[in-house]
């Protein structure tokens, strides 16, 4: 189960910190595909990155999550 994180008296959700995980693993991502011109197999970018940041926020709460 996740529980609110508390930094100086404030209670923060856990996405706050998994959102950031998973753009960074979503940006590290789009540029790998951009160095190995795989970027032109996709017929909507925009929705691959998307869809690629929801599957990676995912993978996020269920490993880390657990753990918090």
Do not use: K, N
């Not at 753009?23 to 011109?37: G, I, K, P």
Request: proline share 3%; charged share 10%.
């Amino acid at each position: 189960m996740l529980h609110e994180l508390g930094f100086g008296g404030m209670l923060f959700s856990p996405m706050v910190v998994f959102v950031p995980i998973a753009l960074a693993l979503t940006f590290v991502s789009h540029l790998l595909l951009h160095q190995l011109d795989l970027r032109r197999l996709l017929w909507r970018e925009a929705w691959f990155d998307v869809g690629l940041f929801v599957c990676y926020l995912a993978l996020v709460v269920y490993f880390v999550g657990s753990r918090v």
